[in-house]
């Protein structure tokens, strides 16, 4: 198996831009999960799907951030407009929803000028 | 909400030394994961455990649920240059469904 597939791996851009960062889970994985990695806060889960349905997005910062997920083998996670504190790496994780472990994808650098 | 406490922050130990490494809970958990990241990669699966008490290896690594279900401990024995990364506990309880509360980290530097 591939494992999670995100792209891109790392990404510039400047302040006010749009930024979409997509994910891959495992294939048959169910649920899929979005996190966000900084020096200070550590692993922050920002939202997670079952089914392809939000079930919780209480860690999604502000409405700048959105995530969809329109069929089981893709999401993503759309940042408009970016501002310099949201540089991080994102992490997209999936499993199954029977099981509690989750397989991380390598992860996306974001750094926001 | 949850709280994870992990410690230690950091370790610097000589290789060939065993590491014990743990978290604690605020509130009690169904299950206790471990992971490990390397640098510029994401956290990978090494230990899933399940049931209060339980103990289980996976090579050099060894981790228990606590019966009290609050806590859980990682050990490390005859530690190797590879073994150098952030290792992080993470607990779940069911009614958060696929919910994980992660701890900050232990961050491991064995010495050659």
């Known amino acids: 198996d591939a494992g999670v597939i995100q792209s891109p791996r790392h990404e510039v851009t400047e302040m006010g831009q749009e930024v979409t960062l997509r994910c891959k889970p495992i294939?048959?994985?169910?649920?899929l999960f979005w996190y966000r990695q900084t020096m200070m806060r550590g692993l922050e889960l920002l939202i997670y799907?079952?089914?392809?349905?939000?079930?919780?997005d209480s860690g999604m910062p502000e409405d700048r951030f959105s995530a969809k997920m329109p069929n089981a083998s893709f999401s993503t996670l759309k940042i408009q407009p970016s501002e310099p504190r949201d540089s991080a790496v994102y992490f997209c994780?999936?499993?199954?929803?029977?099981?509690?472990?989750?397989?991380f994808g390598p992860g996306t650098r974001l750094t926001v000028t | 909400g949850q709280q994870l406490n992990q410690s230690p922050q950091s370790m610097f130990i000589q290789e060939g030394e065993d590491v014990s490494m743990n978290c604690t809970s605020s509130s009690i958990f169904n299950t206790w994961l471990w992971y490990k990241q390397d640098p510029g990669e994401g956290p990978v699966l090494l230990i899933a455990?399940?049931?209060?008490?339980e103990l289980t290896s996976n090579g050099r690594l060894t981790a228990q649920f606590g019966i009290t279900r609050k806590d859980s401990f990682l050990n490390i024995s005859a530690s190797i240059p590879s073994d150098v990364g952030i290792y992080f506990c993470a607990g779940r309880y069911n009614t958060n469904a696929g919910k994980s509360t992660f701890g900050d980290g232990t961050t491991l530097t064995v010495k050659p």
């Open positions: 799907f079952n089914n392809n349905v939000p079930i919780d």
């Open positions: 994780a999936s499993s199954l929803r029977d099981t509690y472990e989750q397989y």
């Open positions: 455990l399940y049931k209060a008490g």
């Open positions: 294939s048959g994985h169910n649920s």
